[in-house]
């Protein structure tokens, strides 16, 4: 394959790469930017721990 030629396998790679940023960067804002404007209690009963002990916000 040269240079050049490869138009659609170029362009399924532009898409998932433009998929998994896009992914990414959904998460990171919903974990990071969010959390800080909610109001205390709110925050409080997302961050709480559960019934099993453990935060509802177990991945962070």
């Given at each position: ?10 362009l399924?790679?532009?898409v ?45």
């Amino acid at each position: 394959m040269s240079a050049a030629g490869g138009g659609a396998a170029r362009l399924a790679g532009f898409v998932l790469n433009h998929l998994g940023l896009s992914g990414l960067f959904s998460i990171e804002f919903l974990t990071h930017a969010v959390p800080q404007h909610q109001d205390a209690a709110a925050r409080e009963a997302v961050c709480s721990p559960g019934r099993d002990g453990r935060t509802s916000w177990w991945w962070l």
